[in-house]
């Protein structure tokens, strides 16, 4: 098992990474946690893999209860939250209770914010299981629903006590889900770390194979870049954007294509753009745009949108980085290095739909 420290001015708290869930009563044991109960909350197909697993396992140790809601996006609104309330009053939740999220981001944005805010924040552990959720959402705190189409509008800051990750639970996940999650992992190695893309080009068979040592190194270092990020910039008031290289472009893309493409799948689409855009400020090559694709291509990840260059630009506008009608970039100044750019140069930013849009 590897375990990584991450430091916010909230709280410090362990990531735990591991093939099995054999340490987990004993990440709950070094936690300090006294719960006086643990909710588990897990949506119907993460339900089908691992709750009577994870349920009895703590069940040993503590007295545990669940709550399962419709697995997917949609459920992602504060309907579902003040369900989880009722749920927590019936089952007499108190300030000393623990809730546990055992799934992907939409149980863990909604199982965080729930802990943020009943009786005014209890405790709550991560237990990701997919690799998006791995390698970002888990980690950092982001926690919320969407509001009247508005992707994450209303949410919180706050930190679980420690996530507990699980590798071998991506055996179960659909591959065009962990693809997703490849496009989010590639993503560090551009932002920040360029040793671990050349990692990931270089092991790209093993990850695609889901060989455990494998993932683990590379949610290791996913956790380890985004550890770093938060701990410098816990609330996004610069550093963390840059967590957004390749979502400017890929929102907008998501947008436009009703959510029918997965976000990671947009990120990919996206970070294709940011990379040409990077070309087109003169910080990177053509062969940097290449190698992208190729590595993408190999994760079976789109790198073109059905789009038309308008729209994906004029969607642009409703990013949450843009502001009096500025555009604001993530783009490389090298390979393992970004930065926000936010010169709004219209003339490049098109340039960069065009490569990847009709
Ligand atoms: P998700 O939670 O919807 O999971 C994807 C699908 O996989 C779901 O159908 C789920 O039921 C299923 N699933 C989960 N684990 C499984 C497993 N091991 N085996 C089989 N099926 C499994 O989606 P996601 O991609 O994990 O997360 C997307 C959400 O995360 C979005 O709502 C997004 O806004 C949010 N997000 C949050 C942050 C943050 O920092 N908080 C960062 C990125 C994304
Ligand atoms: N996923 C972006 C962030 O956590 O800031």
Redesign the pocket.
Known sequence: MKVLEVKTALKDYPIYIDHSYDELVSAFEKSGLKPSKLCIIT????EK??LETIESMLSEKYDVCHYVFE???NS?HLGTISDFYNFFVEEKLDRKSVVVAL???????MA?FAASTYMRGISFVQV??????QV?????????V?FNGN??MIGAFYQPDFVFINSE??????YR?VA??IA?AIKYGYIIDNDFLEYCIENKERIKSLDNNALIEVIYKCCEAKAYVVSKDEKELGLRAILNFGHTFGHSVETLNNFKL???ECVAIGMVAALYYSMECGNTTKEDIENIEKLLEFFELPTRCDNNVDEVYNQMFYDKKTSSGKIKIVALKKIGEAFIDSSNDVANIKKAIEYIAK
């Open positions: 949506d119907t197909n993460v893999y691992y697995a997917g996006e992602k799934g992907g981001g939409v149980v863990g944005d965080g990701p299981t997919t690799l998006l959720a970002d959402s888990s980690v950092g705190g982001k926690t919320g969407d992707k994450n639970t991506l055996k179960t996940l659909p889900e997703a999650g989010e997965l976000h990671g």
